[in-house]
């Protein structure tokens, strides 16, 4: 069985509890597979990219085994705008939807997509990229969402956690990765020195133990934007962040990851 946010975001949960912890969210227009029904829970996996947890049973719409085979056939079109406004046929209302969020079908003669038998039309335009470096684009996404407050299990301009910037980001530029740090820190080419990271590449922070606990995307001299508090910039060096608010290293740095083959 397989389900289709038909909302604009969809808290997921670790347990079947709305005081559960959040673990992450489903943006509208993003495909599951459905592994465990209750009487008010259902437990989902994205397919993007494999996580798990729990939605509520009110908060989505069921869609066929052909229309999901079809929709990962497709190449996906994503919002990246960070709001934008479509409206369902024979509906009253439109919904705002955020940065990120999932075009299935989308037909860009009529801004027009499917969402099972449901038509919707994109009543805000598509963002005109036209930039040619990868690397420029995921700053320029990664910048869109500056002063963006923290939000663990966040992935929205409304509330974001480290890990859902960095895939959200990557995501809308055409590179899926991993839901958190610590799964994101297995991808890529390693690096030891901040001097030889590009603009784009991934930092990673982590405990004394060795746990991944933090991530965020290399910037320009030394610069690093990451989710902490809010989406912000600070200094990066080899031992790490430095929050220049607070005037010391709130990050310990353990590895730079290069995702982006040039």
């Known amino acids: 069985m397989y389900g289709i946010a038909n909302l604009s975001i969809i808290p997921m949960r ?11 969210q489903v943006l509208f227009g993003e495909l ?9 829970w259902v437990y989902i996996k994205l397919l993007h990219d494999q996580y798990e947890g729990w939605i509520d049973k009110k908060m989505y719409q069921e869609v066929t085994d052909e229309y999901a ?3 990962q056939a497709e190449t996906p079109v994503l919002t990246t705008e ?45 963002k ?12 320029e996404y ?3 969402y500056h002063n963006t407050p923290y939000l663990w299990g966040g992935r929205t301009p409304y509330g974001i956690d480290c890990s859902g910037f960095t895939q959200i980001v990557y995501r809308m530029a055409g590179m899926e990765i991993p839901r958190d740090a610590s799964q994101q820190v297995l991808c890529g080419q390693n690096f030891s020195f901040v001097e030889e990271a590009l603009p784009g590449d991934l930092a990673f922070f982590g ?7 933090h991530v965020g995307i290399i910037w320009q001299e030394n610069r690093i934007i990451h989710a902490s508090g809010k989406v912000r910039i600070d200094k990066i060096d080899h031992q790490g962040i430095f929050n220049e ?11 730079i990851k290069r995702l982006i083959i040039d």
Do not use: C
């Not at 940065?99 to 598509?126: E, H």
């Not at 405990?207 to 606990?213: H, Q, V």
């Open 14 to 24: 670790k347990e079947q509890s709305e005081r559960s912890e959040m673990v992450s």
């Open 32 to 40: 599951f597979s459905i592994l465990e029904t209750t009487d008010k």
């Open 69 to 71: 085979a079809k929709y």
């Open 82 to 126: 960070l709001f934008n406004i479509v409206r369902k046929e024979g509906a009253y209302g439109n919904y705002l939807i955020t940065s990120g969020s999932v075009l299935p079908f989308f037909n860009a003669d009529n801004n027009t997509m499917l969402i099972g038998n449901d038509t919707y039309t994109l009543v805000t335009r598509l």
């Open 128 to 139: 005109d990229v036209g930039i040619d470096s990868f690397r420029e684009l995921i700053i």
């Open 142 to 144: 990664a910048l869109m």
């Open 207 to 213: 405990d004394d133990l060795g746990a991944i606990t």
């Open 245 to 255: 608010d607070l005037k010391r290293y709130t990050h310990n740095l353990k590895v």
